[in-house]
């Protein structure tokens, strides 16, 4: 039989051979290292992909996405190095951290709507959140209230250009 001490070995979550006997063994699953941001992505990836059952097409096209908006996070949180920024560990994330997100999207992509903008934090939202959420961890969400808010021209009648579209 197993042992106590092998019972309770900790596993590397991303030695998928150690992972699978793991399984096997009922061994404790714990990240060897603690998650990155890198790491919220591949999970977000790879469990939305399960979840949603797209077609290639449609996964590709979403996985782009995400990637892409991920890139600029990665990016701004790395000061321009997106190597770094992905390897900031999710529990370092805070509201003062990434307060900054917004000004530097409207400056990277000065075409963006407010939906645009908005459309992606929601990805990174998610990402973040289904990361924090596999790796069991009390994080809050740091990108609560970060959206760009609609101007009130609907109220005064004015038509706005995301309106127009539709």
């Known amino acids: 039989g197993v042992g106590y001490k092998d019972r309770y070995k900790l596993v590397n979550v991303h030695d998928r051979a150690a992972v699978a006997l793991s399984m096997l063994t009922d061994a404790k699953l714990v990240p060897a290292t603690e998650p990155c941001w890198d790491d919220a992505v591949e999970i977000y990836l790879s469990q939305n992909k399960i979840e949603k059952q797209r077609t290639d097409h449609d996964q590709k096209k979403f996985a782009q996405a995400v990637k892409r908006n991920a890139d600029d996070l990665a990016r701004y949180l790395g000061s321009g190095d997106p190597t770094e920024g992905y390897k900031v ?46 790796y069991e961890l009390n994080v809050a969400n740091p990108f609560i209230g970060l959206q760009v808010k609609r101007s009130t021209s609907h109220v005064i009648g004015k038509p706005q250009e995301e309106l127009k579209r539709r």
């Open 89 to 134: 560990k999710l529990s370092e994330f805070s509201r003062m951290r990434v307060l900054g997100f917004r000004e530097y999207c409207m400056a990277l992509h000065p075409s963006w709507s407010p939906s645009t903008f908005n459309k992606c934090v929601q990805l990174i939202q998610a990402t973040f959140n289904k990361g924090v959420s596999m």
